[in-house]
């Protein structure tokens, strides 16, 4: 069986001869930044060519065993093969969950902010669930993770807070969790036992690098200096340090204050603004911005993409119908029946 042309086998083993061939060539070291983005590109294109090039010598071998077992009725050779087969199976299982990665950021890092909504102090809890889920999911998969800006809540959990996720497709995985998560529970808040409704809101964006041309007018940016929340003390912050920059054009605000200097937390927001203004424009293209403004400007009912009713142990996406008892599992950062749902389905 052949594979190639189902995953552009053809295109992608020229465009990866081209690039070893400019790799091979010493004087691409004189351009670092132009060497990096092609060692990139080949670990990309090596992904699809070298995996097809080793499934299709792997089948090859195993139909001749198989034939030679089944000639000599060998049961224990029949039985290795067809565990062979299995890991087969697994890796075009992969390759085929690549292909929907068809934005053009999805192999990029990314960031992922999270916004208590309505519901108070229950909703500050829940935002700090949502972010230990995502952690957690992000551990699973092996990504690296850096929290870049936390609020704490005035009685619990967070009002919001802000993070980095470094991997192989983090943006690709994790952007159709952007949206409003809805919790349903007896709250442990309430002494009465009574049942609770909370939102918060996930809003997931590429980090881009400098090979991604985005051009931002300073004019068109506000820049506002403040204390950092801290949890008082003799380590609570007297300087402005925290920064928020409003992109005044867009109405994109970012802020940063987990630096240790104004300096650093500057240099990170301006990296944070021109990856959501990416983000913008890129969502813009394809017509989904209205979508994306709706579920960021109100984080409450009718804006939801997922519902965990946790007292009825039910979690339920509600643009893909996919749903799971296992709510603990999912709160543990189980979150790949979800995502693998979403991206079938084109979210």
């Avoid at 010493?26 to 060497?35: E, F, H, L, Q």
Wanted: hydrophobic share 30%; with cysteine.
């Amino acid at each position: 069986m052949n594979y190639g042309g189902i995953f552009d086998y053809d295109a992608k083993f020229e465009r990866l001869r081209t690039v070893n061939a400019s790799l091979e060539d010493p004087t691409v070291w004189n351009d670092p930044k132009r060497a990096q983005e092609l060692g990139k590109e080949k670990k990309a294109l090596d992904g699809v060519v070298v995996t097809i090039d080793d499934l299709q010598r792997e089948l090859s071998d195993n139909t001749e065993l198989f034939e030679m077992s089944r000639d000599d009725n060998d049961e224990a050779g029949l039985i290795t093969i067809e565990a062979e087969v299995a890991k087969l199976e697994e890796i075009v299982k992969g390759l085929e969950f690549r292909r929907m990665f068809n934005n053009p950021a999805d192999p990029l890092n990314c960031f992922l902010d999270i916004q208590a909504g309505a519901g108070g102090t229950e909703a500050c809890d829940w935002a700090s669930m949502l972010l230990r889920q995502y952690l957690r999911y992000c551990e699973r998969k092996g990504f690296k993770t850096e929290i870049e800006d936390e609020t704490p809540g005035d009685t619990a959990g967070i009002k919001g807070a802000s993070f980095k996720v470094e991997g192989e497709y983090a943006f690709g995985l994790l952007r159709t969790e952007t949206g409003v998560h809805r919790l349903v529970r007896k709250s442990p808040f309430d002494s009465s036992g009574g049942r609770h409704t909370s939102f918060a809101s996930v809003f997931v964006y590429p980090e881009i690098d400098d090979s991604i041309e985005i051009n931002i007018n300073p004019s068109d940016v506000r820049i506002d200096t403040f204390r950092a929340s801290g949890a008082g003390g003799q380590h609570i912050n007297k300087t402005d340090s925290a920064v928020r920059m409003t992109h005044i054009p867009t109405g994109i605000v970012v802020q940063c204050q987990d630096g240790r200097s104004q300096h650093s937390n500057r240099d990170v927001a301006w990296k944070r603004l021109r990856s959501k203004l990416y983000d913008h424009e890129l969502r813009k293209q394809q017509e989904e911005q209205q979508k994306l403004e709706d579920g960021k400007t109100d984080v409450g009912w009718g804006h939801q993409i997922r519902s965990y009713v946790l007292d009825n142990s039910r979690i339920k996406d509600l643009r893909t119908n996919y749903e799971t008892s296992a709510t603990q599992k999912v709160l543990d950062g189980d979150l790949d029946q979800f995502i693998e749902a979403s991206l079938k389905q084109g979210v």
